[in-house]
């Protein structure tokens, strides 16, 4: 009689659920303190660093998942509103929610902390053609202010993740407070100037090299 040592759907699943725990418990620790040790994911996840191990063989690359996530978060939101015919409509919607799902406190607190892979670099290169295609439709509908780039996004998502009290619920009121306020600024119905030249890609990409 032989034994069938084939995970099933339940490893499987077991597995997955054990997996979203710790990369719960490591988004926690990591935007707490980036320079926190592996050790203290485990605590969090409660889970044995042999485990965690298994799973990421470093602290480089439980970062890099964390940020591949949040980029695909970006990703997908940036495509669902492309498909939305308003585009005013579509870009502040998208900018809402990609503040709600909180991808750029990644941005802010693991910028430079890990060694990027081709693949995130090639996401990253997307995510800016996508965004810079929802600027250029906004600003052709003559709903956003002309002198605004797609880099100037990155930013305002980055002010709005930089909000951040112990209490979640107040934490992303104030966010989609001050996202409202940033959107008022966005818009064409002004004839001043914004100061400065704008941000370029290489201003903001140095921040991912280790």
Known sequence: ????????????????????????????????????PVSAVAKRAEVGISALYRRYPSKDDLLRTLCENGLRTYLAEAEAALAEPDA?????????????????????RLAGRFTPTEQLGADA????????????????DGRLRPDVVAQDLGLVLEGCAAIRLPDPDRTGQLRRRYLGLLLAGLAADTTDRLPGPPPNPDELNWRWRR
Do not use: C, Y
């Open 1 to 36: 009689m032989t034994t069938d040592t084939t995970p099933g759907p339940g490893r499987r699943g077991q597995a997955a659920r054990n997996d979203a725990v710790i990369l719960d418990a490591a988004r926690e620790v990591f935007l707490a303190d980036p320079k926190a």
């Open 88 to 108: 005013w409509a579509a870009l502040t919607g998208f900018l809402t929610r990609v503040v709600d799902a909180d991808v750029h406190s990644l941005t802010v």
């Open 125 to 140: 290169r997307r995510a800016g053609e996508l965004a810079g295609r929802l600027v250029d439709r906004a600003r052709r």
